[in-house]
């Protein structure tokens, strides 16, 4: 068996990932090349839990004039339609899954406890993190910072659609330049969009490493876990 140099991470998709090249709803080629991966981080004894947005749903209250908590309470249930498609499809592939929710929904998941997620990955299962923190004006971002330092996570796989943290934009300047590491502190006074500024913060104050990835090849997710070189790494001065 390999030996991965993480044993407990925290993987955030967002929920655009998840609707591949048409940008809405779901893809199930790209969810199964996602659950394949997390699959094999689980099988070498890897404890993963997910945090999954739903921008693929919901894109909060562009362009509608909406009550800033009521749209987050709907981007909030966008979650949990992306949280049961990547449990179903984990559970085809023989991995015990639970959905835990940060606003109560018994009938179709757990709520969240923190002792009771820690003992679902100790046992081998695969935990969704769903609804975000279960409060608005947080993103799902920050849900990822909390949840991630709430169970002792060693990392946070941030998956994205490029390959790291650049100085600028690659999608509009072809010389950006891509830093293999860097501090939390020049990720927020750089604006650089990694996370949002909350979320950055929380991992700083917790010291809480964020490997950021590009998901264009869903490989990366094992990769990262067994160490490899993939994307940027943020953290403290002293870990760069």
Same mark, same amino acid.
């Given at each position: 068996? %390999?030996?991965? +140099?993480?044993k407990? &991470? ?10 591949? +090249?048409?940008g809405?709803?779901?893809d199930?080629? &790209?969810? %199964? +090349? ?7 981080c689980?099988?070498?004894g890897v404890?993963? *839990?997910?945090?999954?947005?739903g921008?693929? =749903?919901? !894109?909060?209250r562009?362009?509608v004039?909406?009550?800033r908590?009521?749209a987050?309470?709907?981007? /909030?249930l ?5 949280s ?5 499809a ?5 991995i015990?899954? !639970? ?5 109560? /929904? !018994?009938?179709?998941? $757990?709520?969240?406890i923190r002792n009771? *997620?820690?003992?679902?990955l100790?046992?081998?299962?695969a935990?969704? =993190? ?7 004006? =947080?993103?799902?971002?920050?849900a990822?910072?909390? !949840?991630a330092a709430?169970?002792?996570? $060693? ?8 390959d790291g @943290? ?6 509009v300047?072809?010389?950006a &330049?891509? =830093? #293999? *590491?860097?501090?939390?502190? #020049? @990720?927020?006074?750089?604006?650089l969009?990694?996370? #949002? %500024?909350t979320a950055?913060?929380?991992?700083m ?11 264009n090849?869903p ?6 876990v ?9 953290s ?5």
């Amino acid at each position: 068996m %390999s030996n991965p +140099k993480y044993k407990r &991470v925290v993987l955030k998709i967002s929920g655009e990932a998840l609707a591949g +090249k048409t940008g809405f709803g779901l893809d199930e080629e &790209v969810i %199964s +090349k996602i659950t394949d991966q997390i699959k094999r981080c689980i099988d070498i004894g890897v404890n993963v *839990a997910i945090v999954v947005g739903g921008g693929n =749903f919901w !894109r909060g209250r562009s362009g509608v004039h909406m009550d800033r908590t009521r749209a987050d309470h709907m981007g /909030m249930l966008a979650t949990v339609i992306n949280s049961l498609a990547l449990q179903d499809a984990l559970e085809h592939r023989g991995i015990e899954t !639970r959905v835990q929710t940060g606003i109560e /929904m !018994r009938a179709i998941a $757990e709520p969240y406890i923190r002792n009771k *997620a820690v003992r679902h990955l100790k046992k081998g299962r695969a935990v969704i =993190f769903a609804c975000g923190t279960g409060n608005p004006f =947080f993103s799902t971002d920050t849900a990822a910072a909390l !949840r991630a330092a709430e169970i002792d996570a $060693e990392l946070i796989l941030l998956a994205k659609k490029v390959d790291g @943290v650049y100085d600028s934009d690659p999608h509009v300047n072809s010389d950006a &330049v891509r =830093f #293999d *590491a860097i501090n939390y502190l #020049d @990720v927020l006074n750089k604006g650089l969009g990694v996370m #949002d %500024s909350t979320a950055t913060s929380l991992c700083m104050d917790n010291k809480m490493p964020i490997l950021v990835f590009g998901l264009n090849n869903p490989e990366n997710i094992y990769k990262a876990v067994m160490g490899e070189d993939v994307g940027t790494m943020v953290s403290s001065p002293d870990s760069e």
